[in-house]
């Protein structure tokens, strides 16, 4: 019995939707996940099939039933009307972005936005003749006074991902509604297990699928989700760039979907558990994590989100590049990683005063800022690391 044949509801907890959605084992002889095709070439049995396109694969870069079912199973997590796929998290975006943009176009961008969509934005699209403005992440429904009549999307990333400020996504949705504007959202710190942004008013979603649908650090991938009204841009977007990822990174985006729910609620609980004793340490001027109580996208966090990964960051109290090195070089459970979203826990110090323009953040002369990933291993264990670590940088700064 196939699936399409099985009676009774449709599973609605999203931990059920993980597993079920996607999956047609009648369809791979019984197994329960798809192998990962590998091909280019697709053939055509007549003349009439080969003109009509009238068979559900073309051509490999067009996608496999690999592809096709990691993207309907993203899309049914995103509550999407379609969903693609492409090479990674930042393919996403600029693929995302050039689906709606064109010469003589605004665009309104968070200030607090991943660092390589701002050197897509400064670089690539203002050489296309688009000019991206950037807006404070706070500024909620306010953004309306920023719209020009050439503004073509708003683009929001919540939290941010080094510094963690949350974003009025519903009513940033309202203003662009108004406005007849398109608004994207990079959705990857709350995966869509956590938050759908769709629902709160977004025409498209993205996710680097490389952090928590991978989930296991060992492969780049990328989503975009839009609804009814943005997918058609998306889809002639996919076949203008050529995007298509790898049918390898697309099995594994399958592989670590399945474990996401559980894998998610426990970076939540150990993320917020870190993020609260880091708290109580005088080495830390402040810890930046909106599931606080104290954080000041708290409020936001708490109505629309179900849940909060385990990326956050925290700001040392000042001290000497010495006193850095002491702490970060002699971590044994954390290492030093650019990325995030596998099991492994990951520290990165990081500078986000030099890609801000519309707001500013403190030089590291006030406290490095440091941003980490609670990886899958004992919190205990974790804090133990820290600990030793925050000791070493404390006997620098007296």
């Known amino acids: ?17 993980i597993i079920h959605t996607g999956r047609e084992p009648d369809a791979q002889n019984g197994f329960v996940n798809p192998p990962a095709y590998r ?15 009238a068979q559900p694969y073309t051509y490999g870069r067009r996608g496999t039933p690999t592809t096709a ?5 993203i899309c049914d997590l995103e509550h999407g009307s379609g969903t693609i796929l492409v090479a990674s998290g930042l393919q996403a975006v600029s693929t995302a972005l050039l689906a709606f943009v064109e010469t003589g176009d605004d665009i309104l961008m968070t200030d607090s936005v991943y660092q390589p969509t701002r050197v897509f934005c400064d670089g690539m699209l203002k050489r296309l003749g688009v000019t991206t403005r950037y807006y404070d992440p706070a500024i909620g429904a306010a953004i309306d006074d920023l719209v020009r009549p050439n503004t073509r999307l708003i683009f929001s990333e919540s939290p941010g991902s080094q ?31 956590f938050f759908q942004p769709l629902d709160h008013g977004v025409d498209v979603s993205i996710q680097a699928a490389t952090k928590y649908i991978v989930g296991h650090a060992d492969a780049m991938l990328g989503a975009i989700t839009g609804n009814e009204r943005a997918y058609p841009h998306l889809n002639q977007a996919r076949e203008g760039l050529g995007t298509s990822p790898g049918s390898e990174e697309t099995y594994l985006g399958l592989r670590g979907l399945r474990t996401l729910s559980v894998r998610l609620k426990q970076h939540h609980v150990s993320g917020l558990e870190m993020a609260s004793w880091l708290q109580s340490r005088a080495d830390v001027q402040h810890v930046m994590h909106p599931g606080l109580p104290t954080d000041p996208g708290h409020a936001l966090w708490a109505c629309d989100y179900g849940g909060a990964s385990g990326l956050f960051g925290f700001r040392l109290q000042p001290g000497p590049q010495e006193a850095l090195a002491a702490f970060v070089d002699h971590l044994e459970f954390f290492d030093m990683g650019y990325s995030w979203g596998g099991y492994e826990s990951l520290i990165l110090p990081c500078n986000p005063c030099t890609s801000r323009t519309a707001t500013t953040w403190p030089e590291p002369e006030k406290g490095f800022t440091v941003r980490l990933h609670i990886g899958l291993e004992d919190v205990d264990d974790l804090k133990a690391d820290l600990a030793a670590g925050l000791d070493r940088y404390s006997s620098f700064t007296g």
Request: glycine fraction near 2%; charged fraction near 20%; aromatic fraction near 6%.
């Open 69 to 73: 079912a990691l993207e309907h199973a």
């Open 1 to 17: 019995m196939s699936k399409s044949d099985k009676t009774g509801p449709r599973p609605q907890a999203a931990a059920t939707r």
């Open 163 to 193: 510094t963690f400020e949350m974003q009025d996504i519903p009513a940033l949705s309202r203003v662009a509604q108004a406005r007849n504007v398109w608004h994207i959202t990079d959705n990857t710190w709350a995966s869509p297990l």
């Open 39 to 53: 091909g280019s070439t697709v053939v055509f049995p007549t003349l009439e099939r080969l003109r009509s396109r």
